[in-house]
Structure formats: C-alpha cells, structure tokens
C-alpha cells in the first residue's frame, strides 16, 4: 500500500518494527551483561553506560521534528553535522570554498536555511567573493536611501479580457511536480504558501491530493501530457479541464511550452512508478508508463496557441492565463509576438524558465547545452513585448537559480514583473544538495517517494521554515530597495546593475538583446541585427523559420 502522508495517525510500520527490535536487541545486551557482573568493571560499566546513552539518543532521533537527516539516520546523522561545525577549518585547506556553486554554493544554501529557520543570516569580515573578477554584479546604493515600510510587494496578474486578476507575490514556488516530490514536501510547500500568502506552482503533474489539503494558492500548469485534464488517448479534455480549474485555490492556469531542465524533450515516468496516488493526480492508469510528449496536440501554430490561451480563459471562468517557455529559437518567439498582433489575443502573463533551471532529472547533454540562459531569454521577451508596444497589458515572470534578495533584483531589473524559485524553497524543505533526485533515494524526504525518507520531513515544521525563507527574503529584498533610493522592486532598471567586463573596466548590464522602445518592431524604426534578423524570419501561422515546413 502506498504511503499516504495525509494519514498523520499512521506510524510506519517499519519503523516501528526495527526501532522495537533495536530497542529489544540493546535491552538483552544490558540485561546480559548487568546479570554477568560487567557492572563491577569500570570498564565495562562505563561501555555500558555509553551504550544505553546512544540508544536513548537513537530514539530521541527518530521522535524529534525539526532534523530530516536525524529522523532518517539516527545516530549517523550525527556525523554530518559534526563535520559542519568543523567544516570552515577542514574544507579551507582540503575541500571546495564556501563560494563554490555545484550548483549552488555552501554560502547561498547557508543562507536559506538561516532565513528558513529564523536564524541571523548576517556574515563577519567582508565578502568571500572577489569583486575584481570577470562578471561579479553589484548594485549601486543611494547616498539618500528612502525608507521602504511594507516587504510584501504584489503584483496584479490579468489583462482586459481576465475576469478575475490574481494579485501574485513578487516571489513565488516554480514549478514541481508531485511524483518528483514527495507527498509531504509538496504538503510543506503549500503549507507555507498558505501561511505566507504566496503562490505554489503545481509543475505539469497536475493537482494531487497534497495540493489541496491546506488551500494555498496554486498555479496549475499544464504540459504536453495534459494531465488532470486529459482523454484516455491523452488529448486534451475540456469537461476534465473546467471541474479542475473550478477550484478556488487555482489562481492561475499556466500551458507549459517549454522548461530550462529539458527544452524540447519529452518524459517518461515508467509504469513502475506511477502509484495510485500518482495516477490520481495525473488522470493516467496506475502501473502504465505515462508520457509527456515533446509537443502539444492542442495547437500547432503560434495563432493555435493564442487562441488556445483565450479558450482556457472562457472555459476557467476568466481566470488569468498564460504559458511558460525556455527560449530556443528567436524567430519561434518572434512568431509567438506577431501572432499576438494578428489575432489581438493577449496572454496574462508569460514565465521565461532558463537554461540553468531544473530540478528533475535530464539527459547530460540538454542539462548542460541546449536552451538559453535565463537572463538572456527574459531580456528577449521584455524587449520584444516593448517593441510590439504590449509589454504594459502581459505580465512577465522568471525562474532559473534565483535564490537570493539580489537575484530577484536582478531578474526585476532585466525585465520581469515577478520571480518563481524552486531549488530555493527545496532547500527551506531541508534539501541538501545530494545530487540524487533523479534515484529516489533523497536522504532528506524531499524528492522520493520512498516512504521511509519521507517519513522524516515533518511538514508542521517545514511548511512554516517555507513561509520565513519567504518572508526574510522579501525584508531582505526591501533593505535593497530602500538601499538603492527607490520606493519598490519594480522601479529598478537594468542601468541599476554593475558588472565587471575586465579587472579594472566596468560597464551597466548588458546583453546580446538590448534595450528597445515601444513600437520599435512594428513601426518601421531601425532595430539592433539581431531583432532585425529574425523579426523577418518569423510568421504567426507557423513556428517554422520563414514559415517553411517543420
């Protein structure tokens, strides 16, 4: 039977047993040697002693809440946390610095975990970074900072034809899908949406059982598989379709396109492991191999997505929505674009996910080289809708490794209305960057669906660790924009960000799509070559180059 972790009454039954065993195993050995008289050594009694210590320690383990790798590892769990506190002396002279990003750094995971449980998160005796190398980014700060009361910066998501605009956090959950995590970390997640106030995106598996226990406010994407809104033969299906997005805690439907982990690569979860409870969420039949295709069936073309856009729209009652893509090739994009001015249909919002997103698992090859990057792609997109004299009626968000207060700055900055974090708030769920999501054996209970890992991650605790990382990051976010002289994120520009091109050169941000003025696409001005270029090449009636046939 799969393990439910809505059943909170339920204690695993193997946990029970082997923890009774070791309890009874231990107990013989002292009751062995007290009738043998080992008390009447030192020696022996002092063993005894240290024994009967460690095994009050091992249960005190397995009981406690608030320690993943404890709960889990009794006893060696231990080890790991003793080689932390020893770590700054050990890893200095034998190990990667604390600045080292595989793909994250000790310091950026530091510091969520700090904010997740309310500890100081301040650093003594400067920065470990050299701010003299090639690409390090500042900000740079006011002589009259302003004064900045309210840390819950929003942002209102629906355009003229959305009956019912979604007022978002300007930081949010990216998309993960129960499947990839676990029952309880998706508990977790939407626990501390709920409680701070922020949106959780279901990833493309669709709304399970865990979505919906504590009413946080949920993004529903929807991928190529269309799942928990499909027919048998995988089609899209819009009876299924309307009774899912019915639901009040859906805020927004979002049609995923594209994602930065695999862009243009289709999925396969093996019939092994699609559960019940998996196959509940879905709308698949449990035990069969379930596809994600490569492409959607819904629509071929950029006009057949637009006018799929406005169809979700009327079916969900009006609820703001649009659709998510990694960048590949700019002239698809530019099709989408042209597409919006020939049939006047306007998505709510656009999620550009970049290249250096993910958290499933992906071949080595589009993991390392295919898709662009997301600072790249989101300056594309801001640009091309300011070029078609649109960018003020679509909102846009952004994923790909933001973590930190300055990275959502960074992001606002280039372009984007909002931020979505997924490896973040893993973290804030205890994740500590095993590298095993892709096995199942996650130690900390986040991305498996082993039941005995995920036993460890308590959701009580975790959901509420979710909603301060949240909550700490927009103060920290307010601290920079009070630092900066300005009254909110949205007012920061890319001229705001530094970065260093040389060791003694520095120049504002810049990119390989610059900045564009609005209507500069349609109205015949001169553009940079690389908006030009492919500007030509695109057509709303097709994805193809030049409308050449795929």
């Not at 043998?36 to 002693?49: C, T, V």
């Not at 994602?259 to 998996?278: C, D, F, N, R, S």
């Not at 301060?468 to 920061?492: D, I, K, S, Y």
Request: aromatic share 10%; net charge positive; with cysteine.
């Amino acid at each position: 039977m799969a393990y439910n972790p809505l059943e909170k009454s339920r204690f695993d039954p193997y946990w029970r047993y082997s923890t009774l065993a070791l309890v009874a195993l231990v107990t013989a050995a002292l009751a062995v040697g007290w009738t043998a008289g080992w008390w009447r050594s030192a020696w022996s009694a002092w063993w005894l002693l240290v024994g009967a210590l460690l095994i009050a320690l091992g249960l005190f383990d397995v009981t406690q809440a608030r320690h993943t790798i404890l709960r889990n590892y009794p006893l060696l769990g231990h080890f790991r946390f003793l080689f932390e506190y020893v770590r700054p002396e050990l890893r200095q002279y034998l190990f990667e610095s604390d600045v080292d990003s595989t793909p994250f750094s000790r310091l950026q995971r530091a510091m969520v975990y700090q904010r997740a449980k309310q500890q100081l998160d301040t650093r003594p005796f400067g920065t470990q970074h050299d701010v003299y190398a090639t690409g390090y980014e500042w900000i740079n700060h006011s002589i009259t900072p302003a004064s900045v009361a309210d840390a819950d910066f929003r942002v209102t998501i629906g355009g003229p034809d959305c009956a019912l605009p979604y007022s978002a956090s300007i930081f949010n959950i990216s998309a993960m899908s129960f499947g990839a995590l676990s029952g309880n970390a998706i508990l977790a997640l939407n626990k501390g949406a709920k409680l701070g106030g922020f949106a959780h995106d279901t990833g493309e598996g669709s709304i399970s059982r865990y979505h919906r226990e504590h009413g946080g406010d949920l993004i529903w994407e929807i991928g190529s598989g269309y799942f928990g809104c499909r027919n048998d033969d995988g089609s899209f299906s819009e009876s299924r379709f309307v009774a899912a997005a019915a639901a009040a805690s859906v805020r927004m439907i979002e049609i995923k396109l594209s994602q930065g982990a695999k862009p243009g690569h289709g999925g396969l979860l093996p019939g092994a492991k699609v559960t019940a409870e998996i196959a509940e969420a879905r709308g698949v039949t449990p035990g069969a191999d379930c596809v994600s295709p490569s492409r959607h069936s819904a629509f071929s073309t950029p006009v057949d997505l637009l006018e799929f856009v406005a169809r979700l729209r009327r079916l969900s009652g009006g609820k703001p929505v649009g659709f998510k893509l990694a960048i590949g090739h700019p002239w698809e994009w530019f099709a989408i674009a042209k597409a919006i001015l020939v049939t006047g249909i306007h998505p709510d919002f656009i999620v550009v996910d970049g290249k250096e997103g993910g958290t499933g698992a992906a071949p080595a090859e589009f993991v390392d080289r295919i898709g662009t990057p997301m600072h790249e792609g989101l300056m594309l997109v801001h640009n091309t809708l300011v070029g078609i004299g649109v960018r003020d009626a679509i909102r846009v968000g952004a994923a790909g490794r933001i973590i930190s207060a300055f990275d959502i700055v960074h992001t606002l900055a280039i372009g984007a209305d909002w931020c979505n974090a997924a490896r973040g708030f893993m973290f804030a769920l205890g994740c500590i960057q095993s590298m095993s999501c892709h096995t199942g054996k996650c130690p900390t209970g986040v991305a498996t669906q082993d039941r005995l890992r995920q036993r460890g991650l308590v959701v009580e605790d975790k959901g509420q660790r979710v909603a301060n990382f949240h909550r700490n990051t927009l103060q920290a976010l307010a601290e920079l924009v009070a630092a900066a002289g300005l009254a909110h994120p949205r007012q920061f520009r890319p001229e705001h960000i530094v970065r260093r091109v040389e060791k003694h050169h520095i120049n504002l941000f810049s990119s390989i799509y610059p900045q564009l003025e609005p209507g500069d696409l349609v109205e015949g001005r001169k553009v940079p070559e690389v908006y030009a270029r492919n500007w030509a090449l695109a057509r709303a009636d097709s994805f193809a180059r030049d409308g050449a046939s795929i």
